[in-house]
């Protein structure tokens, strides 16, 4: 009798273990998946900036160091390996669009180009797009930081090599950069 | 933690088996009525023809467990029926259409959807546009796609960051899956009035309606000099009609009665349908987008600005974000108003959001004079200067000019039928005395477009309001400041009158009212019509 009782006890643990050990899966791959969001949205960012720089050179030559210290911030954040490293490259970027953006305040002619004005509007959306994955990213972060954490759960998660992930964090002014404005 | 999804589904499946159960209980009580009629149709006709007292007879529950049984099976056809292309239908009904990416501001909108897509991380959700002029939004939603959709009125008028907000709201209610919900609950409605109304039309092509057909007795027996009061009138038609067709009666009593359920029904359902997800959805928009002053700045132009023609609205006022039907319950709360209107009072649910960005009200009309400004090339091919109204215009200040109730911007005389009215510039509405508008009836110069006509006749096909209601909706959301300066209180909405239900803004002491645009017209049309 006891020992089935025993065994009972020993197979709902089990169940248990099971589990929090799929639901702490299930966390990790959603994390993974928004930190694929973000990288896509980056992408798209990098993507972006030649045609960008491309239509600003034939109206602010006089600007070229502005728009060359973007191509180099741009090709930085290509190259770059590792989260740490990676969001410096990306905030030095951001900056730099910044200053080019304040830049083409001077150039009306440059503001009222169509093919300006819908780069604009693109690149506005991909730096929400950024900055709202980043947000998700960050929150499922947290989420299952604070799961493998927790009693019990931590007691599973170390064995099985459940590690914190880092949060992506990004300058706060960013969105606030390229706002367009109509 | 974002968003529990198991606890949403839970919550999803439980409404949605709600609406399934009252449905199945709608057919059963259909049935059993029949059933009822069927059973009792000798005695009946016994007592109606010879006077013979009625006898009931009972059913016994084999009957009733039968009657469950193919209320059920009629409830499941219905149901895949209905939950078949949902949305595709619904969208039809909305009259929406595709975005137009070679438009600037649309783009924009299709842009602003995948933005929101991003922050709820990676739901599908696609854009529509409704063509019409005035400002709100909608979300529907079924198993296999969901779709959000602004009017244009909406796309022109509110900014970028107050589009994201309203987006960010509907998104909230798809991922919460009351979308889905509120969706197929309209649908079911509305199939059931279909059906109904089907039947109802053939019926009448084939009987004449007891009422006109009381009416010509009587107007027959006075012609002959005859008295005659309304119940013998009424008996002798409902003699005359037992004799040659008493199944026809038993089935316009259940038709009739049916319909009256499927009325009640809806008014049900609206308890159904909370208006705590609204605020719930304002809730999660603000979590998606962390901008509630957008969002309350947004609700509050779309609150304003929705008093425009909005046909396509009439059927589905659950799935908008502000209700586009005006109601007196709106702004009202306590048990009746909560369990009876789909949507909570604005200004409460502005209140809240503007404590979440930790502001007043005072901040709330200093961020909307900021004018929203439209260049020329923004608009689509489709739209015509006169379908388009700038919110709020860059006019000069000038104290002494009248300003308009709905945008302030100022208003121009003009001459209208040789009466002197006040247009504004910027939104087109016409503000003039009241008893000045029998002068522009009386006149005939104008001629109306197809487009005025069509409106007309929407309004006169909804045909006059029941006699109990009163004409008064509320206090209206414009303001009038009048030339003696008295009465700068708010104006009342009210329909023009019992016959068109146009809605109109008036101010009680001077006698002004206030039409938007193209109300006069459609007014002018319905009298002169009528006039011959």
């Known amino acids: 009798m006891v020992l089935y009782i025993l065994l009972g006890v020993v197979v709902l643990i089990g169940l248990y273990i099971v589990g929090v050990f799929n639901n702490l899966v299930a966390m990790r791959e959603t994390v993974k998946n928004g930190w694929s969001q973000i990288d896509v949205q980056l992408k798209r960012r990098h993507d972006l900036i030649p045609n960008l720089v491309e239509t600003a050179k034939g109206y602010m030559g006089h600007e070229k160091d502005t728009l060359e210290r973007v191509i180099k911030a741009r090709q930085q954040a290509i190259d770059v390996k590792g989260l740490k490293d990676r969001q410096e490259a990306e905030n030095f970027l951001t900056g730099t669009l910044r200053s080019l953006f304040a830049v083409s305040e001077?150039?009306?002619?440059?503001?009222?180009?169509?093919?300006?004005?819908?780069?604009?509007?693109e690149l506005t959306s991909t730096e929400n797009k950024i900055s709202f994955a980043r947000q998700y990213y960050n929150d499922e972060v947290n989420r299952y930081n604070v799961a493998i954490k927790s009693f019990p759960d931590n007691l599973i998660a170390g064995p099985f090599a459940f590690t914190a992930q880092e949060f992506f964090e990004i300058a706060p002014l960013e969105k606030e950069v390229p706002q367009a404005k109509f | 933690?974002?968003?529990?999804?198991?606890?949403?589904?839970?919550?999803?499946?439980?409404?949605?088996?709600?609406?399934?159960?009252?449905?199945?209980?709608?057919?059963?009580?259909?049935?059993?009525?029949?059933?009822?009629?069927?059973?009792?149709?000798?005695?009946?006709?016994?007592?109606?023809?010879?006077?013979?007292?009625?006898?009931?007879?009972?059913?016994?529950?084999?009957?009733?467990?039968?009657?469950?049984?193919?209320?059920?099976?009629?409830?499941v056809v219905h149901w895949l029926f209905i939950s078949d292309g949902l949305v595709q239908r619904t969208l039809k009904q909305l009259g929406a259409l595709d975005i137009d990416p070679s438009d600037e501001r649309q783009a924009m909108f299709k842009n602003i959807i995948e933005e929101v897509c991003v922050a709820t991380g990676g739901i599908g959700i696609r854009g529509k546009i409704i063509p019409s002029m005035a400002v709100n939004a909608f979300s529907v939603a079924d198993d296999h796609e969901a779709v959000v959709g602004l009017t244009k009125g909406a796309l022109y008028k509110l900014t970028r960051s107050q589009i994201e907000a309203v987006v960010g709201h509907e998104a909230a209610h798809i991922v919460s899956g009351d979308s889905q919900g509120v969706t197929l609950t309209a649908a079911l409605y509305e199939s059931l009035e279909g059906i109904l109304s089907i039947q109802k039309n053939f019926l009448i092509g084939i009987l004449p309606e007891p009422d006109d057909a009381r009416r010509m007795n009587r107007t027959g027996a006075r012609d002959l000099g005859w008295e005659m009061s309304d119940d013998d009138g009424f008996n002798s038609i409902i003699s005359h009609l037992t004799v040659r067709a008493l199944p026809l009666l038993i089935l316009i009593i259940v038709i009739n009665g049916l319909l009256f359920i499927v009325n009640r029904l809806a008014l049900l359902m609206r308890m159904f349908i909370s208006r705590e997800r609204e605020y719930r959805a304002d809730a999660v928009a603000v979590r998606l987008t962390r901008d509630p002053l957008s969002l309350a700045q947004a609700l509050y132009i779309i609150s304003n600005r929705r008093k425009t023609f909005f046909n396509q609205a009439d059927c589905l006022p659950t799935v908008f974000i502000v209700n586009p039907q005006v109601s007196a319950l709106d702004e009202k709360s306590g048990q009746v108003a909560d369990s009876f209107s789909t949507h909570p009072p604005t200004t409460e649910r502005i209140r809240v959001l503007l404590d979440m960005a930790r502001s007043s009200e005072s901040d709330l009309p200093e961020a909307l004079t900021?004018?929203?400004?439209?260049?020329?090339?923004?608009?689509?091919?489709?739209?015509?200067?006169?379908?388009?109204?700038?919110?709020?215009?860059?006019?000069?200040?000038?104290?002494?000019?009248?300003?308009?109730?709905?945008?302030?911007?100022?208003?121009?005389?003009?001459?209208?039928?040789?009466?002197?009215?006040?247009?504004?510039?910027?939104?087109?509405?016409?503000?003039?005395?009241?008893?000045?508008?029998?002068?522009?009836?009386?006149?005939?110069?104008?001629?109306?477009?197809?487009?005025?006509?069509?409106?007309?006749?929407?309004?006169d096909q909804e045909g006059p309001l029941p006699l109990s209601p009163v004409i008064a909706i509320g206090p209206s959301a414009r303001k009038f400041k009048c030339d003696q300066g008295e009465c700068c209180q708010k104006m009342q909405l009210r329909f023009f009158n019992r016959f068109y239900r146009v809605q109109v803004d008036k101010c009680l002491q001077c006698g002004y009212v206030w039409l938007d645009q193209d109300e006069l017209e459609v007014l002018q049309c319905l009298y002169e019509r009528r006039a011959g």
């Not at chain 1, 001077?106 to 509007?121: G, S």
């Not at chain 2, 709608?26 to 010879?50: D, K, M, N, S």
């Not at chain 2, 689509?380 to 006019?395: L, M, R, V």
């Not at chain 2, 939104?427 to 508008?437: F, S, T």
Request: aromatic share 14%.
């Open chain 1, 106 to 121: 001077n150039y009306p002619q440059l503001k009222a180009d169509q093919q300006m004005l819908r780069l604009h509007e």
């Open chain 2, 1 to 75: 933690m974002p968003y529990s999804f198991t606890q949403i589904e839970k919550q999803k499946s439980v409404s949605i088996s709600g609406v399934f159960a009252s449905l199945s209980f709608l057919y059963f009580f259909t049935i059993w009525v029949i059933y009822f009629l069927c059973a009792h149709y000798q005695p009946l006709y016994q007592t109606i023809v010879y006077n013979r007292p009625f006898q009931f007879q009972s059913f016994s529950l084999s009957s009733h467990l039968l009657a469950l049984f193919i209320a059920l099976v009629i409830a």
């Open chain 2, 370 to 459: 900021k004018s929203y400004h439209l260049e020329k090339d923004l608009l689509s091919k489709q739209d015509k200067p006169e379908t388009f109204i700038p919110w709020g215009a860059n006019t000069p200040s000038d104290d002494h000019a009248k300003r308009c109730p709905a945008c302030s911007s100022r208003l121009a005389e003009e001459d209208y039928e040789d009466v002197q009215v006040y247009r504004c510039q910027s939104c087109q509405g016409i503000l003039l005395k009241e008893d000045e508008l029998g002068m522009i009836f009386a006149r005939r110069k104008k001629t109306f477009d197809a487009r005025i006509q069509a409106m007309a006749d929407a309004v």
